[in-house]
C-alpha cells in the first residue's frame, strides 16, 4: 500500500529518532562515529538529544492524536495489538500546584484535573513520554496531553500524595523546577506572604509555528508585574504565581486589568497583522510570500513594537534559537579591466561581517547563519533569490567577491551603478567605412554595431544569423572597423606623447593616419578547409585594403615575423591545433571561428588548441550554436568569454541537469539572461523585409552536334526500355565529347533518369 504524506512523515520522523541516525546528526567531527551509549556520557551532549528526541516525539504525538491514529504502548508478537491500543483522550490533563509552609518543611502536591473532574495520579502506573516542550503521559491505556507542566513533574506522586521539601532545599527546589511553571498553572499556597497587583508591564509577543501547514503565526499574552502572565484571549482573570527572593517565598497574586489589555490590542492591530476568525494567534495581512516572512518582519518592526508597548520572543526553529535583530547590506564595488570585486559589510544588531561569509550559506539554500552570541542570523529570503548567482559564479578573492567581466549582468541584482566601460555604447556612432566595398542591409548594419559595441567593452560574441545572412560579410566590417580603432589609438598616442626629436621619421613620407593605418590588424580566422577560399576572396572583395594570407599547406609560413605582417590570417581547425605553438606565440586582436560547432567537443584537442590562443577580441559565427546539447553551449561560451558559465563541472550541475533532465523554467531562464548580451541570432523569417527578392531567370541554348547526337542516342534508349525490347543502362554516360563532364554540362537533361 502506498503511504500518504501523513504516514510518510511519521515514519520519517521514526527514522529519525533511531540510534543511527542521532549518532549522525550530533557527530560533527570526521573521526570515527562513537556509539550513542558513549555519546551519552557528555552531559552536554545528552541534553541536546534529550531535547531532540522529546522535541519529535512531542511533533509525533500531536499529529497522531490530532489523526486519532492507533497507537500501541509495549506489544509483542504473541498478544493481539487491538488490546494493547491506547485511547487517545481529547481534553488535556490541568495542573494544580498546593504548597503549605511549615516550620522546617514545604509540603508540595499537585493535582491533575480531566475536563474539569478530578483526576487522581496516586495508584495509577502513569508513564511518562516527553519532558519538553509539551508533557506526554499514558495510564490505564490512555493518552493524555498535560498542560504547561512536563511529564517528569508527574512521578513523583505516582507513590504518594504529597512531597516533603526540608526548608534547607526549599528555595533550590523552587528555582529548579517549580519556577518554570509557576506563571503557568494555578497555585495555592498556606503560610507564604502574599503580593497583589494589577499593573500592566507589556504585551509578549511569541513567533510561534504552526505544527502542520509550518506557517509562522504570532501569539500575544499579557505580562504583569510580578511575572504574571495571560494569554489576551485567557478566560482567567487572577493569576497566582511564586517569587524568590534570597531565602524568602512570596505569593503574588495577579488581577488583569481589561481597559489596560484593551489599549495595548488596539496599538497590535495598527501593524498590518490580522486575526483570522475563531482563532487567537495573528498573522500578517499580506499572504506570506515564503515560510520565513513573518519572521523577517518581525526583524524590521521590531523597534517600533518594542517603543508600541510590546517584547518580541526570538523564535525558535528546531534547536535555533534566531536573532530578530535589525539587519542591513552595504556593498560596494571595484573595477579592474577584465574582472569586479565586490565587497559587502553585513550588520546584525551589533555584530558586523563580510558578505563573503554568507555565500556558502546562500549557494547551499541554508538560511540560518551562526552569531557569535549563539543565536542565528535568518538570511533574508530576498537575498537568497537576488544574490544566488553572484554567490554561485564569484570567486573568493581576500574578504571580496570576484566575477568576470562578461558576467556583468550579475551586478543587476545589486541595484549599484554600472561599470563606465559597460554602459551601453552609443552605436549608432558606427557607420560603415568608405573602405567597404558593399551596401549593409539594415540587419547587417545591426548586427555589425552589436559587435562594435563587444568590441568596446572587450568582450566576445557569437554571431548566430541564419545561414544565408551575411555573417561573413558582417564580420569582415567589424575587422575594418578594429582595424580603424586600432589606427586611431595609435595616432591619438602619438599626439600625446612629447617630440624628442625632428630627426628623419616615417610621418616625413606619409600622414600620421596612413602610418597608423599601416600597421597590421592581427586577426585570425579559423575555420573548415571547405571555407577558405571563400573567405579569402570575400576578404579582397569586400575590404581590398586588408591584407589577408592563407596559412595552410606544406608550404605555410612558420615564423611569427612573418606572419605579424598581414591583417587577416585565414587558417583551418587542422592547421591551427598543428600549429599551436607557432600561433600561440602572436598577440591576435580578433580570433574569429567559422562553424565554431567544430570546438564543440569540450575534450578535443583543437578545442583545447584554440582555447590556448591570445586574442583581445573573439568572435564566433555559427547557425547552429547549439547542436545536440547545452554542452555545445558552453564550449562556444567558453572560448567567447572565458568564465563566463564557470567551469563545465559547475555548469552540468546548475544548468544542464535542471533544464535538460526536469525541464527547470528559472534555470533556462537564468540561463538565457547570462548568455543574451554575447549570442546574437537573426531567421531569414525576421529580416525578410531587407533580403532581395528571389529572381528565376530561364535561358534557352541549343545543342551542339555532338550534344544532340549523345540526347538522341540516350533517348532511343530509353524509348526502347518502355516498349520493352531492351534493357535500361544502369548508369548515365559520364560526358559529352562537346562539352564539360556531364553533372556540369548546361544542356544535359537528367529527366530520362528520374
Known amino acids: 500500500m502506498e503511504l500518504d504524506d501523513l504516514r510518510r512523515q511519521l515514519f520519517q520522523w521514526i527514522e529519525e529518532l533511531q540510534p543511527d541516525f542521532i549518532v549522525r546528526k550530533f557527530h560533527k567531527t570526521k573521526k570515527k562515529a562513537p556509539s550513542l551509549h558513549e555519546m551519552l556520557e557528555d552531559r552536554e551532549l545528552t541534553k541536546a538529544i534529550q531535547l531532540y528526541v522529546h522535541r519529535l516525539l512531542d511533533k509525533m ?3 497522531i492524536a490530532q489523526h486519532q491514529l492507533p497507537l500501541t504502548l509495549e506489544v509483542d508478537r504473541r498478544v493481539l495489538v487491538k488490546d494493547f491500543t491506547l485511547q487517545i483522550m481529547p481534553h488535556p490533563l490541568t495542573p494544580e500546584l498546593f504548597f503549605a509552609k511549615k516550620p522546617d518543611s514545604v509540603s508540595y502536591r499537585l493535582r491533575l484535573s480531566e475536563n474539569g473532574q478530578p483526576w487522581p495520579i496516586t495508584g495509577r502506573d502513569v508513564v511518562a513520554f516527553t519532558n519538553l516542550p509539551t508533557g506526554w503521559v499514558a495510564a490505564d491505556y490512555q493518552l493524555y496531553r498535560l498542560e504547561h507542566i512536563n511529564g517528569f513533574l508527574v512521578k513523583p506522586f505516582r507513590q504518594r500524595e504529597e512531597v516533603t521539601i526540608p526548608a534547607a532545599s526549599v528555595n533550590t527546589y523552587f528555582r529548579n523546577f517549580i519556577l518554570k511553571i509557576v506563571n503557568k498553572v494555578d497555585i495555592e499556597a498556606d503560610g507564604f506572604e502574599v503580593v497583589q497587583n494589577d499593573t500592566l508591564q507589556y504585551g509578549l509577543l511569541q513567533p510561534v509555528q504552526h505544527l502542520f501547514s509550518s506557517e509562522w503565526r504570532l501569539s500575544l499574552s499579557m505580562v504583569y508585574a510580578g511575572d504574571g502572565k495571560f494569554g489576551w484571549k485567557e478566560q482567567r482573570n487572577v493569576r497566582t504565581t511564586m517569587e524568590i527572593q534570597g531565602e524568602d517565598v512570596r505569593i503574588i497574586q495577579v488581577k488583569r486589568d481589561q481597559a489596560q489589555e484593551a489599549a495595548l490590542l488596539e496599538k497590535l492591530l495598527n501593524f498590518p497583522l490580522s486575526l483570522p476568525e475563531g482563532e487567537s494567534q495573528f498573522q500578517l495581512d499580506t499572504p506570506l510570500q515564503h515560510e520565513y516572512a513573518l519572521v523577517e518582519w518581525l526583524s524590521e518592526h521590531r523597534t517600533a513594537l518594542e517603543v508600541a508597548g510590546f517584547q518580541v520572543e526570538l523564535p525558535l526553529i528546531g534547536d535555533k534559537e534566531l536573532s530578530i535583530a535589525p539587519w542591513k547590506l552595504d ?15 553585513v550588520t546584525v544588531g551589533s555584530f558586523q561581517f563580510p558578505f563573503l561569509s554568507l555565500t556558502k550559506y546562500i549557494r547551499e539554500q541554508n538560511p540560518f547563519y551562526p552569531l557569535p552570541d549563539g543565536t542565528w542570523f535568518l538570511i533574508p529570503e530576498e537575498w537568497m533569490t537576488r544574490y544566488r548567482q553572484l554567490a554561485d559564479f564569484g570567486q573568493k578573492e581576500g574578504d571580496k567577491l570576484r566575477i568576470t567581466k562578461s558576467q556583468y549582468t550579475l551586478l543587476e541584482a545589486l541595484n549599484l551603478p554600472q561599470p563606465t566601460d559597460l554602459e551601453a555604447v552609443d552605436t ?9 566595398k558593399a551596401q549593409l542591409r539594415p540587419y547587417q548594419l545591426e548586427g555589425v554595431r552589436w559587435l562594435a559595441k563587444l568590441h568596446h567593452q572587450q568582450l566576445g560574441g557569437c ?19 578594429a582595424k580603424e580603432q586600432k589606427a586611431a589609438r595609435r595616432e591619438a598616442a602619438h599626439a600625446a606623447a612629447p617630440v624628442v626629436s625632428q630627426g628623419i621619421q616615417l610621418g616625413l613620407f606619409a600622414p600620421q593616419g596612413d602610418e597608423d593605418f599601416l600597421q597590421p590588424l592581427n586577426a585570425l580566422i579559423i575555420l573548415p578547409a571547405s571555407l577558405m577560399f571563400n573567405w579569402e576572396s570575400e576578404v579582397k572583395k569586400f575590404v581590398p585594403s586588408l591584407t589577408v594570407y592563407a596559412h595552410f599547406g606544406p608550404k605555410r609560413h612558420q615564423d611569427i615575423r612573418l606572419l605579424s605582417r598581414f591583417d587577416v590570417i585565414i587558417t583551418t581547425y587542422q592547421t591551427a591545433q598543428r600549429d599551436v605553438k607557432i600561433l600561440d606565440k602572436m598577440e591576435f586582436e580578433y580570433i574569429v571561428l567559422d562553424e565554431s560547432q567544430q570546438i564543440k567537443n569540450r575534450e578535443s584537442k583543437v578545442f583545447k588548441a584554440i582555447n590556448s590562443l591570445n586574442a583581445r577580441h573573439k568572435i564566433s559565427l555559427s547557425g547552429t550554436p547549439i547542436e545536440n546539447s547545452l554542452s555545445d553551449l558552453w564550449s562556444q561560451m567558453q572560448f567567447i568569454n572565458d568564465g563566463l558559465l564557470g567551469n563545465f563541472n559547475f555548469f552540468r550541475k546548475e544548468f ?3 533544464i535538460e533532465k526536469a525541464r527547470d523554467e528559472d534555470k533556462k531562464e537564468e540561463l538565457r539572461k547570462l548568455v543574451t548580451p554575447y549570442l546574437l541570432r537573426r531567421t531569414k523569417e525576421e529580416v525578410a523585409k531587407d533580403l532581395p527578392p528571389l529572381s528565376t531567370q530561364v535561358v534557352f541554348t541549343e545543342m551542339t552536334p555532338e550534344q544532340r547526337k549523345v540526347y538522341e542516342r540516350e533517348k532511343s534508349a530509353a524509348r526502347n526500355y518502355l516498349l520493352g525490347t531492351t534493357s535500361m543502362p544502369t548508369t548515365p554516360p559520364t560526358a559529352c565529347s562537346s562539352c564539360k563532364p556531364l553533372p556540369n554540362c548546361a544542356n544535359w537533361s537528367t529527366t530520362l533518369y528520374s
Open 61 to 63: 504525538l500531536r499529529l
Open 331 to 345: 556593498m560596494e564595488m571595484d573595477t579592474s579591466s577584465d574582472w569586479f570585486d565586490l565587497k559587502g559589510i
Open 463 to 481: 554571431l548566430a544569423d541564419d545561414m544565408g545572412l551575411g555573417k561573413t560579410l558582417q564580420t569582415i566590417a567589424i575587422l575594418l572597423y
Open 428 to 436: 549608432p556612432a558606427y557607420m560603415p567605412s568608405s573602405l567597404l
Open 656 to 658: 544542464i541537469l535542471p
